[in-house]
T-cell receptor, first 118, second 113 residues
Framework: GAVVSQHPSWVICKSGTSVKIECRSLDFQATTMFWYRQFPKQSLMLMATSNEGSKATYEQGVEKDKFLINHASLTLSTLTVTSAHPEDSSFYIC??????????????FGEGSWLTVV | QQQVKQSPQSLIVQKGGISIINCAYENTAFDYFPWYQQFPGKGPALLIAIRPDVSEKKEGRFTISFNKSAKQFSLHIMDSQPGDSATYFCAASKKAGSYQLTFGKGTKLSVIP
């Protein structure tokens, strides 16, 4: 089946630094990718929708200058958490839409990235 | 406003039993309804999905039942196993636009021996 790879799986960074998380679709082209944040024992919270070659669409309440999203190719989207603070510590998950999938809009998720800001 | 309501929040089932998780939606523009399985510390994995033109879809021990008029759909896990213990999310998306998923709040399933 389709695979979405996220890297790194976990990262620890110092407060004030920036961290980049990569999301790759390994065996399909993804014109649309999504970035989520998930707190323990809670559902996924959509942060932004990333479209290849255009600016990301951010959900209400998500700071676009803090969470920079770049979708420069059909297989790669990146999320950069700028000037990270401890409250940014969370589980970040990306997903990618496979247009050629069984339903034309099958969405596959990456394994997630644990970010801890100390 | 929560567009996809999922219940129960948690579920304990004995090994070999049937696990049933229910979801209800409000937006009639939704036309794709997937279920995802998530283990702790991992990303969600697509389990099974259904479109509103069918009332039931079965894949192995997993079955989705869909009731369009009631705007409800459910996941049935037959012969539940301890390895099925995970959090299950129902979701819905529209055909138009970005196809972004609207998730339910999740159900933590524990299958006990």
């Amino acid at each position: 089946g389709a695979v979405v790879s996220q890297h790194p799986s976990w990262v620890i960074c110092k407060s004030g630094t920036s961290v980049k998380i990569e999301c790759r679709s390994l065996d399909f082209q993804a014109t649309t990718m999504f970035w989520y944040r998930q707190f323990p024992k809670q559902s996924l919270m959509l942060m932004a929708t990333s479209n290849e070659g255009s600016k990301a669409t951010y959900e209400q309440g998500v700071e676009k200058d803090k969470f920079l999203i770049n979708h420069a190719s059909l297989t790669l989207s990146t999320l950069t958490v700028t000037s990270a603070h401890p409250e940014d510590s969370s589980f970040y998950i990306c997903s990618a839409r496979d247009l050629a999938g069984p339903s034309g809009n099958t969405i596959y998720f990456g394994e997630g990235s644990w970010l801890t800001v100390v | 406003q929560q567009q996809v309501k999922q219940s129960p929040q948690s579920l304990i089932v004995q090994k070999g039993g049937i696990s049933i998780i229910n979801c209800a939606y409000e937006n009639t523009a939704f036309d794709y309804f997937p279920w995802y399985q998530q283990f702790p510390g991992k990303g969600p994995a697509l389990l099974i999905a259904i479109r509103p033109d069918v009332s039931e879809k079965k894949e192995g021990r997993f079955t989705i039942s869909f009731n369009k008029s009631a705007k409800q759909f459910s996941l049935h896990i037959m012969d539940s196993q301890p390895g099925d213990s995970a959090t299950y999310f129902c979701a819905a998306s529209k055909k138009a636009g970005s196809y972004q998923l609207t998730f339910g709040k999740g159900t933590k399933l524990s299958v006990i021996p």
